[in-house]
């Protein structure tokens, strides 16, 4: 079975780290041929800023005590190229239950790391304009109306610290009649159902004084 994993590596190891299996997902994944890497120490596949770091030492460590048996983590192939690998390490019995080494699985999640790379650099971008944003009040909320985000421009506007909001209801922003009217409640409806709610009504600012706006 594990000589048939091809898209994944899967090898043994002695418990100071020595490779004692290699199947053909290993080979595949980091280049090297068996007879390249048996007996040699698993070093040989992380960066060498890990190996300084002493990460290989570490994970064999966290395996055999119980406290980690998965990391995430730029692994090395023959070519020196890298690749991002999900890393699943267990220990290894005999039939006897005496501890004789580890098993390992590597994974090539690079695809999957890059686009989550991306999308934290969208969200990174979009908070630095959502937070920078002066001349309007922007905030989110949760789909029962729960803000969530207090940009300063809201701060500006309606005289409210991001504190004093978050986590409230939205409602707060409304005037008494709006809100027994049940505005902020078909406000959040329209918006589900149709993607967007435009309205122009009175808001109200933390002082109680009150504005007309429009919003979106």
Do not use: C
Request: charged share 25%.
């Amino acid at each position: 079975l594990v000589e048939g994993l091809s898209e994944y590596a899967v090898f043994a190891l002695s418990p100071v780290g020595v490779i004692l299996s290699w199947n053909a997902g290993a080979e595949k994944t980091f280049g090297y041929s068996g007879a390249e890497v048996l007996g040699k120490s698993f070093e040989i596949i992380f960066t060498g800023g890990d190996r300084a770091a002493s990460a290989p030492q570490n994970e064999l460590d966290a395996a055999r005590n119980g406290t980690a048996s998965q990391d995430d983590r730029w692994n090395v192939r023959k070519n020196g190229t890298r690749f991002w690998g999900t890393n699943t390490i267990e220990t290894l019995y005999d039939a006897s239950r005496t501890f004789i080494g580890f098993t390992k699985l590597v994974r090539d999640t690079t695809v999957n790391h890059l686009a989550l790379e991306k999308i934290r650099d969208s969200e990174q971008e979009l908070r630095l304009l959502f937070e920078s944003v002066k001349d309007y009040a922007i905030y989110s909320t949760s789909l029962n109306g729960t803000i969530e985000k207090w940009n300063a421009g809201a701060r500006a506007l309606f005289g409210f610290d991001s504190g004093d909001v978050i986590g409230h209801n939205y409602a707060e922003l409304f005037s008494d009649d709006d809100r027994r009217a049940g505005l902020p409640a078909k406000e959040l409806d329209i918006a589900a159902k149709h993607g967007s709610a435009l309205v122009e009504r009175w808001m109200t600012r933390k002082d109680g004084s009150t504005f007309f706006g429009s919003a979106s």
